[in-house]
């Protein structure tokens, strides 16, 4: 059984990604994404040290320094930064990244996925389009609403919002 850990908008609060990777790892996780807006390339650093299974970073309108980001990454095998969008399969299901809410909407009514994930707006949002479901699992930051992050089990589908204690 395959779980995805879904944050996003972490915006170099490291106190809030520093408990959930805790939490994360404490559900189990077998990978995680990462939905953009990190800011600040030792974010990459934070997650990679704390998490050990695979990472997917996709970029959003807030990361500074791609070069600085793609010069950390390259030191974890297990972190793969994919620009502004990602296609992936993960436990038998087809997974879209996207940071922005208006494309990840129509990227959900295609059809070709299970899983959508996006994040930007920091709202935390769950809603089955068809057979996808779409989902943004709210922010890290914690600025405009309780931190959280999003767990996928990919055997039942089941997406559950998880909060940042």
């Not at 990777?21 to 077998?30: R, S």
């Not at 791609?66 to 972190?79: E, T």
């Not at 943004?136 to 309780?146: S, W």
């Amino acid at each position: 059984m395959t779980s995805i850990a879904i944050l996003s908008d972490s915006h170099d609060n490291i106190w809030n990604l520093e408990k959930a990777l805790a939490a994360v790892n404490e559900a189990g996780a077998d990978v995680l994404l990462h939905l953009g807006d990190l800011v600040a390339p030792f974010i990459v650093a934070q997650i990679a040290e704390a998490f050990a299974g695979p990472i997917h970073i996709i970029e959003g309108n807030n990361d500074g320094d791609g070069r600085l980001q793609q010069a950390v990454a390259s030191k974890f095998p297990h972190v793969t930064l994919h620009g502004p969008y990602a296609e992936l399969e993960i436990g038998g299901r087809k997974v879209a990244l996207i940071h922005y809410p208006e494309p990840a909407r129509r990227i959900a009514q295609s059809g070709q996925f299970d899983l959508v994930c996006y994040g930007h707006n920091h709202l935390q949002n769950w809603e089955r389009i068809d057979d996808c479901q779409l989902v943004n699992p709210g922010e890290v930051m914690g600025r405009y609403g309780a931190p959280s992050w999003g767990l996928y089990n990919c055997e039942s589908g089941i997406y559950k919002l998880q909060s940042i204690a």
